[in-house]
C-alpha cells in the first residue's frame, strides 16, 4: 500500500484509523487470493460489528475492492468477527483477522493513539493479521 492510497483513503474516510486500513489490507488480500480486478463481478460480504472503529473497515474494503453500497455489491453483516467474503461469479474467497491481531489493534490505539496503530498495522504481517476459513 503505497502514499498515495493512504492519503485517498484518508480524504474518502475523514481521517487514517487503523481499522480504515485493516479494510484496505483485508480487501486487498482477498482479491489478491481471488484472482483479477476489482471492480467487476465483485460481491463482497463484510462481517464487522455495527458501531465504529471497527465498522470503519467497510470503507477501506470498498476503496480496495470496488464493491461499493452505491452498486449495491457490498453488505454488512453485524458480527464479532472481522472478516471478508468476496466472491466472483461461482468462486469465492474468506478472510478473516485473527483474534490476537485484532486485540493488538485495539490496544495500540488506546494506548499509543492513530497514528502509531496505523504505523504497525501497516508493518504487521499478513500471516500475523489474517486466517482463511
Not at 480487501?27 to 471492480?39: P, Q
Not at 490476537?100 to 489493534?105: F, G, M, R, S, T
Request: with cysteine.
Amino acid at each position: 500500500m503505497n502514499n498515495m492510497d493512504l492519503e485517498r483513503a484518508k480524504e474518502f474516510h475523514g481521517h487514517l484509523g487503523p481499522f480504515l486500513v485493516l479494510g484496505i489490507r483485508l480487501g486487498e488480500e482477498a482479491l489478491a487470493k481471488l484472482g483479477g480486478t476489482k471492480y467487476f463481478g465483485l460481491k463482497a460480504t463484510v462481517f464487522s460489528p455495527i458501531e465504529p472503529p471497527e465498522r470503519c473497515m467497510v470503507d477501506g474494503i470498498q476503496l480496495s475492492t470496488g464493491c461499493t453500497f452505491g452498486k449495491g455489491n457490498i453488505e454488512i453483516v453485524p458480527s464479532r468477527r472481522l472478516a471478508l467474503f468476496l466472491r466472483r461469479g461461482d468462486k469465492g474467497v474468506r478472510v478473516e483477522v485473527k483474534e490476537k491481531a485484532l486485540q493488538e489493534i485495539r490496544q495500540w490505539l488506546e494506548e499509543e493513539g492513530e497514528h502509531s496503530a496505523v504505523q504497525k498495522l501497516l508493518n504487521l504481517p499478513k500471516g500475523d493479521l489474517f486466517s482463511e476459513g
